[in-house]
């Protein structure tokens, strides 16, 4: 049977099936009527039964029944019984009709003029059946309507189930119909997505000739282009070798290669060329070769590349390209006695800079920085930017060390030169070391001894240029191990504190003491302060060490005052940069002040003169917050640096204190030019006399000799400080001549005097 006669005689028997299954719930659902119908008449009767019966009862008992329920319930019981008989078996339903009847009879008797009421009636029986009559009915009435409803749900399944086979039929009509059209229309349609492709399609037959070009082939291959060698020639001559290989590779089609091909224009571009074997296929016959022009993509990459290895702030290569620039200059090398360089650049006092100035100013001063050393160095260096505040160059062709370390020199004397942030003028110094080799296979180890000889410059002071030697990494390695412990160290058992006194030049009496830091570590016993101190400055430590020496500096006042001892003594305190730059400094050490119940103006802060004269910004705000609250300033070890007491005025302070080196260096002087030693010194009464001015006591530090002391005295130098007066001792040995000097006179404090 064909189709169409077949789709008739399946709607026939659809129809005829569903009109059937329709009937029937029609049917089932007339009978599930007739037996609720049958279920209610049963209750009814029932009630009605019920109604004389209770009448019944109320007229035994002497009392009246209500007429009309009884009128109304005698008058139901005389209808027809039989549909509410209906479930009843014919001997139930004649027992039914019989009870009935009489408790009819036994209504109309209640409702007889002047009776007294009929004699009891069992009614038991009667509403026995009327209840089993109803239960039946509602059963059969329950198992029409399931069959109802399973004929309506099979109807609505035949519905769906003809309407999805008549759909199925329509679509796949449809469908046969659009597949004969699609394939007439997908080569156009293919033709045009390939022609609309900015990729290249090129097909290639097994002898090498072009039988299919895309139209986004012509403006790469010209109108000339008939052979595969056409396209291999558009590749740079040292790739066509690779291009040529390309095509001829049977499983070219698992990878692709990128060339840089030109047209005959002249344009160029790189293409990632892909090759697929469908000489199996007949509508193919032969090699697609597919080109995508990867152009942007190469340069974006380039610039990406080039961004990673580029600092962005100074411009400079950035540490990655340090292998690089080593590997080159190590190739440079010829055994010639050539020799290259590895420069590390650090810039002294860059936290300070970038605490008290903002990070803005310290990124102009790299920047800076970065364009000096650029400017600097000739064509065979590199110079980089290793992060931070350090940067490297590699040189190639030093003819010495020496010539290395004049290299860093001059860096040293350019990076020196102030250097202009916003409105103000900031010297660049910087920490320079050097490492030196002519041996190839010795760059790998360039970068950490550069790194050895700037921690080494570093500890010098900086603003130095240091050449690396073996016995720098012991040192190196001693500083590394030293910190680790400074960084462990518990400070109420390692740390402790020595007292030296400060005297009046003239008589000797205490007018204040220096707190000075002693360090007993478990691994290294007794550790200098030179040394320890500049590790903690530089790891950070220090700030964590400030704070204990603060807290038991004010426990040991106020032990002081506790005994008696003179209340206005001073105790001086040294205070690095770090902790200038802490943002609650000032509210620290008024608060562990206040939390001893010691004045400020018990205390004193000292700061040394190259770092006065670099304070400016919040740390010089600190500082004034300081003086304002009472506690003193003093400029420590002034004269070993800038020795320019005109710069000061620009620094809040109230003592300063002349350095040991200073005195020496003085005294010195005087005796090779055979003057008196201890006699007046011209420059320090010049110290003197401009401190008058500023209203500014001066204390000169390292006196041993009694012929410094006289020479201080007459040269007006009224406080001392040294071995001469008293050395740096605990607490327990300073406090009986404490005692003793405050039960001889009390002394005015050093502020008092100024």
Same mark, same amino acid.
């Given at each position: 049977m064909d189709r169409p006669r077949w789709n008739i005689a399946w709607g026939v028997v659809f129809v005829v099936s569903v009109v059937g299954v329709v009937t029937a719930a029609g049917w089932a659902a007339a009978e599930a009527l007739e037996e609720r119908r049958s279920a209610a008449a049963a209750r009814d009767l029932q009630m009605a039964s019920m109604t004389i019966e209770t009448a019944d009862a109320v007229a035994l008992l002497g009392g009246q029944p209500h007429v009309d329920e009884v009128a109304s319930a005698v008058e139901h019981l005389a209808t027809d019984h039989e549909l509410a008989l209906h479930a009843l078996s014919p001997q139930q339903a004649a027992r039914a009709d019989e009870l009935i009847d009489q408790i009819a009879d036994c209504g109309r008797a /209640?409702? #007889?003029?002047? @009776?007294? #009421?009929p004699a009891a009636h069992d009614h038991r029986e009667l509403h026995d059946l009327l209840e089993l009559a109803s239960r039946r009915a509602a059963a059969n009435a329950a198992?029409?309507?399931?069959q109802a409803v399973t004929a309506v749900a099979a109807a609505a399944i035949a519905v769906v189930l003809g309407a999805w086979v008549l759909g199925r039929t329509r679509r796949r009509q449809r469908y046969e119909r659009s597949r004969a059209e699609a394939s007439l229309l997908a080569g156009r349609r293919m033709a045009a997505l390939i022609d609309d492709s900015p990729d290249i399609f090129v097909v290639l037959d097994a002898a090498d000739r072009i039988t299919f070009r895309s139209m986004s082939a012509d403006g790469l291959l010209g109108p000339d282009a008939v052979f595969g060698d056409d396209l291999v020639e558009l590749a740079d001559p040292g790739d066509q070798q690779a291009f040529r290989a390309l095509l001829g590779r049977s499983d070219a089609d698992e990878r692709s290669e990128v060339f840089r091909l030109a047209g005959p224009t002249g344009a160029t571009g790189w293409f990632e060329v892909r090759?697929?074997?469908?000489?199996?296929?007949?509508?193919?016959?032969?090699?697609?070769?597919t080109a995508r022009d990867i152009s942007d993509e190469v340069h974006l990459r380039d610039e990406l590349e080039r961004l990673a290895n580029t600092d962005v702030l100074t411009g400079l290569p950035n540490r990655r390209i340090l292998p690089t620039a080593l590997d080159g200059a190590a190739l440079a090398l010829r055994g010639d006695g050539t020799m290259m360089a590895l420069l590390t650049i650090d810039i002294d006092g860059f936290k300070v800079i970038n605490d008290t100035l903002g990070h803005l100013a310290g990124d102009q001063l790299l920047a800076r920085v970065g364009d000096r050393l650029r400017d600097t160095v000739g064509p065979d260096a590199v110079v980089l930017r290793l992060g931070g505040d350090e940067f490297a160059v590699v040189i190639s062709g030093i003819a010495s060390e020496s010539a290395a370390l004049a290299c860093g020199e001059r860096l040293l004397q350019v990076l020196a030169e102030p250097i202009r942030l916003d409105d103000r003028l900031e010297p660049g110094n910087a920490s320079i070391g050097v490492a030196v080799t002519a041996d190839p296979d010795h760059v790998g180890l360039l970068l950490g001894e550069a790194?050895?000889?700037?921690? @080494? @410059?570093?500890?010098?002071?900086?603003?130095?240029v240091v050449l690396f030697e073996t016995e720098l990494s012991t040192t190196a390695s001693r500083a590394t191990h030293l910190t680790r412990a400074l960084r462990a160290a518990d400070l109420d058992r390692e740390m402790s504190i020595v007292y030296q006194p400060i005297v009046t030049a003239l008589g000797s009496e205490v007018v204040g003491v220096e707190a000075l830091l002693r360090w007993t570590s478990p691994e290294f016993g007794g550790v200098g302060p030179d040394e320890f101190i500049p590790l903690a400055e530089t790891s950070g430590e220090i700030c964590r060490i400030g704070t204990w020496v603060l807290g038991e500096v004010c426990r040991q006042i106020a032990a002081w005052t506790e005994m008696g001892i003179d209340p206005d003594l001073t105790v001086s305190v040294n205070v690095s940069p770090r902790q200038l730059a802490e943002e609650d400094y000032v509210r620290q050490v008024l608060a562990t002040a206040e939390a001893w119940s010691i004045p400020p103006s018990r205390l004193a802060v000292e700061i040394t003169e190259s770092v006065a004269l670099e304070q400016t910004g919040l740390a010089r705000t600190r500082l004034e917050q300081l003086r304002r609250a009472g506690i003193q300033i003093s400029i420590d070890d002034f004269g070993a640096g800038y020795s320019n007491l005109g710069q000061l005025l620009r620094v809040p302070f109230d003592v300063i204190k002349i350095d040991r080196s200073l005195l020496l260096t003085l005294t010195a002087m005087?005796?090779?030019?055979?003057?008196?030693?201890?006699?007046?010194?011209a420059i320090m009464e010049a110290i003197v006399s401009i401190a008058s001015i500023l209203d500014a006591p001066v204390i000169c530090e390292g006196v041993e000799t009694e012929q410094q002391r006289r020479s201080l005295q007459a040269s007006g130098i009224r406080y001392v400080q040294g071995y001469l007066t008293g050395r740096p001792a605990p607490a327990d040995v300073v406090t009986p001549r404490?005692? @003793? %000097?405050?039960? %001889?006179?009390?002394?005015? %404090? /050093?502020?008092?005097?100024?």
């Open positions: /209640l409702l #007889g003029p002047g @009776a007294d #009421g198992v029409a309507e399931r090759v697929s074997d469908l000489s199996h296929d007949p509508l193919v016959d032969g090699h697609v070769v790194d050895v000889a700037m921690y @080494a @410059a570093k500890r010098q002071g900086g603003s130095t005087r005796e090779q030019g055979g003057n008196d030693p201890s006699g007046p010194c404490l005692v @003793a %000097a405050g039960a %001889a006179r009390p002394v005015p %404090a /050093l502020v008092l005097e100024r």
